[in-house]
């Protein structure tokens, strides 16, 4: 069964950079669109940002659009989210997820999930 390991997170001033990976293993990567989600207490799972099997379609919520940016390295079957112009608002908890489905928006879409990584942004 597929396997995703997140890392990357801490703590960063607002106005800074980080870069989240994840590792996925157990299946053959180049088949599952993967996913970023983040939770911050007491507030639902919410989507962050999506990418295809070959990588050439990306999707991202509207909070982070134009400031963090989804890719893929199929060769290293890692995902990775470059996060700039960090906010107190993305503070949360950020989760890898992998689908072998067509649909990867919804958490429902998502079979795999990695154990998360904590993202905390100071002002």
């Known amino acids: 069964q597929v396997q995703l390991v997140e890392s990357g997170g801490g703590l960063v001033q607002a106005g800074g950079s980080l870069r989240l990976s994840c590792a996925f293993s157990?299946?053959?990567?180049?088949?599952?669109?993967m996913g970023w989600f983040r939770q911050a207490p007491e507030k639902k799972r919410e989507f962050v940002a999506a990418?295809?099997?070959?990588?050439?379609?990306?999707y991202y919520a509207d909070s982070v659009k134009g400031r963090f940016t989804l890719s893929r390295d199929n060769a290293k079957n890692t995902v990775y989210l470059q996060m700039s112009s960090l906010k107190p608002e993305d503070t949360a908890k950020y989760y890898c997820?992998?689908?072998?489905?067509?649909?990867?928006?919804?958490?429902?879409?998502?079979?795999?999930w990695g154990q998360g990584t904590q993202v905390t942004v100071s002002s």
């Open positions: 997820a992998a689908t072998p489905g067509y649909s990867y928006y919804d958490t429902s879409d998502f079979g795999s």
């Open positions: 157990g299946r053959t990567f180049r088949s599952y669109a």
């Open positions: 990418i295809n099997r070959s990588g050439g379609t990306t």
